[in-house]
């Protein structure tokens, strides 16, 4: 499991998936987030603009993403 650390409260799921190197445009974030790949914390998130805070789990194509403030 990779882990982001955020210096502000929270960071945009669009953006995490960005810094961890899972897509390369906010473009192809968005997609894959509209079609249902991407969960956090276990459940299926559809909005690129969902905040992101400390303890979440962003999971993508077999990829874990812990985030820590």
Same mark, same amino acid.
């Given at each position: 499991?990779?882990?982001?650390k955020i210096r502000d409260d929270f960071i945009k799921l669009g953006q995490v998936l960005k810094l961890? !190197?899972?897509v390369q445009t906010g473009?192809?974030?968005?997609?894959?987030i509209q079609d249902g790949l991407v969960k956090v914390n276990g459940q299926v998130?559809?909005?690129r !603009?969902?905040?992101i805070v400390n303890g979440d789990i962003v999971e993508f194509d077999?990829?874990?993403i812990k985030i820590e403030g």
């Open positions: 499991m990779e882990t982001i961890a !190197g899972l473009v192809e974030a968005k997609f894959v998130e559809l909005q !603009g969902k905040k077999g990829n874990q």
